[in-house]
């Protein structure tokens, strides 16, 4: 190493040698005066706004068929309107990839019903079932967004579908798409005895103000928005969420939470820290759609949702960009909402606060249909009520239902396969569409939730007994997290695993230990560990065998995972 040798006085430093300066490409953010589409969605959705798309169906495409749907509508504007092609029968995993479009991509749609805070009449709901038997073969699926999905949907009919579902008030409008997506409310807003707030005029609102609205229509990704006076809406993995909240000065109003989403790279939401007056909610969710409309990251499709932004920018920029260019006002500071230990689903029977009850069924993963959906109306109906439910697990609330009616009600429906007194199986059971319906799906999942739930309640009756604590079990059929496995006790993302002897099978990736609310978190994953799709019973029984053996007393599940045995969860 050479000497350091004294400059001579006078002599000029020699420049710091720095490498070429690193220019940042455009991430598509029209705020920053980005305008020119990064790539083909968002050309296609500056080409012609997809709310426009509408007319095109009712006036083309039902009266040419399918053949004559423009493929830039198909694949992308068709969205807007709660319409994806869905999988044709025949291809397995093995076909799962975009360049298998055109072979994957049947003459037939999943048809999605927005229901905003999952509420519904009977009316509604005996339409909704009308409309499944008589164009859908009869299926329906409550989503855990608590719409309904429709599939074999053709779109010779899809006009007369949607004037049906207007007649009673309910629409598809942007059910899918890049933007303002279903709003999740509670199943028992303004009549539970927990709530601190009914939020339900804020949430109606909002749809009546902004949903359908062309300039809320063009959003860089998807938009999720939860809306509840309790936490019984996964207010941690949507975009916006709006949770009940006292405050010690100002009363109940709601906290503000951003930037929650799955996925592959999936992020919990972060509190914005403020305190938002019921008749303020509207105005600040305007205000967060309209940032991320504008900051949102328009680019890369990976990188394009509002998690994205948050995380780049932190809470602290994101708080001063909404109040300064946005609302024009400083939000109130708020406290945080108490963590529930365990999720609300609302099964089962529970007091209102108008002294009649709810009762809460639980169908296996959302698995009904339309002659289900309208016994349940007609029942709902026998029994006084007026008003049902769905939520964000996979389940159906009938309100309003006397005392003396309550066991009537339930004996109507068990058989069926609604039952208000679930199996931990049954209750806790979650998937998604998967490969019987999914083109993006690698394997089966809600298909193989109707037998797995009794299998589970089969294999583990000698310890059923001794769950005092959920176990939640969550089934998705490929990385998207539509089943929501990062936040599972017992996660499984589908995909192709060898099966030991050089055959790519259908598997599942596990996921162990995820949950919201008292030990928000993502599921461990253990290296190299996947089970085959006939091995699920026996993973699941063998883990739920040795948490039972090895817990301490009241552990959850979440808990347990993080510190159990590698051996113990294999």
């Not at 409008?173 to 997506?181: S, V």
């Not at 007194?421 to 193989?448: D, M, Q, Y």
């Not at 609310?517 to 063998?542: A, M, P």
């Amino acid at each position: 190493m050479r000497p350091d040798r004294p400059r001579p006085e006078g002599a000029v430093a020699p420049r710091e040698r720095t490498g070429k300066p690193v220019r940042r490409r455009s991430e598509g953010q029209w705020a920053l005066g980005y305008r020119e589409p990064l790539n083909p969605n968002e050309q296609s959705k500056k080409d012609d706004n997809p709310l426009n798309v509408r007319a095109r169906i009712e006036n083309i495409y039902a009266k040419g068929g399918f053949d004559s749907i423009d493929k830039a509508d198909l694949r992308g504007r068709f969205r807007w309107w709660g319409l994806y092609t869905q999988r044709e029968e025949g291809y397995d995993g093995t076909w799962t990839d975009d360049d298998n479009i055109d072979l994957l991509e049947a003459k037939y749609f999943m048809m999605r019903v927005r229901c905003d805070g999952g509420a519904l009449n009977a009316a509604q709901l005996r339409t909704i079932g009308q409309i499944s038997t008589e164009f859908g073969r009869d299926t329906a699926d409550l989503s855990d967004r608590e719409n309904v999905q429709y599939h074999w949907i053709e779109v010779e009919n899809v006009p007369e579908i949607w004037r049906r579902l207007e007649s009673v008030g309910l629409h598809t409008t942007e059910a899918c798409g890049d933007c303002p997506r279903v709003i999740l409310g509670s199943p028992l807003a303004g009549e539970s005895l927990d709530e601190i707030i009914d939020p339900t005029p804020a949430i109606d609102e909002i749809v009546k103000r902004y949903i359908g609205k062309k300039e809320y229509s063009n959003l860089p990704r998807k938009f999720k928005t939860a809306i509840s006076g309790q936490q019984d809406v996964v207010h941690e993995i949507n975009d916006v969420a709006f949770v009940g909240v006292n405050h010690p000065e100002h009363g109940p109003g709601l906290d503000l939470w951003v930037g929650g989403g799955l996925s592959t790279n999936p992020m919990l939401a972060k509190r914005v820290g403020a305190w938002v007056p019921l008749d303020e909610v509207p105005d600040v969710w305007e205000a967060v759609v309209s940032l991320f409309r504008d900051y949102g990251y328009r680019r890369l499709r990976t990188k394009a949702r509002l998690k994205f932004l948050i995380k780049d920018w932190g809470i602290e920029k994101f708080r001063q960009v909404l109040e300064d260019e946005y609302l024009k006002r400083k939000l109130i500071d708020g406290p945080a909402p108490e963590q529930p230990a365990k999720p609300i689903d609302h099964v089962g029977v529970q007091k209102l606060r108008n002294g009649l009850n709810a009762v809460g069924f639980s169908p296996i993963a959302g698995r009904v249909s339309g002659t289900i959906l309208s016994k349940v109306a007609d029942a709902a109906e026998k029994y006084g009520s007026d008003r049902i439910r769905f939520t964000p697990y996979q389940k159906l609330i009938v309100l309003d239902i006397a005392d003396d009616q309550v066991d009537a009600l339930i004996d109507e429906l068990e058989p069926l396969g609604l039952q208000a007194r679930p199996s931990a199986w049954r209750r806790n059971l979650l998937a998604c569409s998967g490969i019987e319906f999914c083109k993006l799906s690698f394997v089966e999942t809600r298909k193989r939730s109707q037998v797995l739930a009794p299998e589970l309640e089969q294999r583990l009756a000698d310890i059923n007994a001794q769950l005092d604590v959920p176990i939640t079990i969550n089934i998705n059929g490929c990385p998207n997290s539509c089943g929501r496995s990062q936040i599972a006790d017992i996660g499984f993302k589908g995909q192709l695993v060898d099966d030991g002897n050089g055959n790519q099978v259908e598997g599942f990736q596990v996921h162990l230990g995820g949950s919201l609310g008292l030990d928000s978190g993502f599921g461990r994953k253990l290296r190299q560990h996947k089970v085959t799709s006939v091995e699920l019973g026996d993973y699941i029984e063998r883990v739920v065998r040795n948490f039972v053996k090895n817990r301490e007393d009241g552990e959850r599940f979440a808990v347990w995972a993080v510190r159990a045995d590698e051996a113990d969860l294999r």
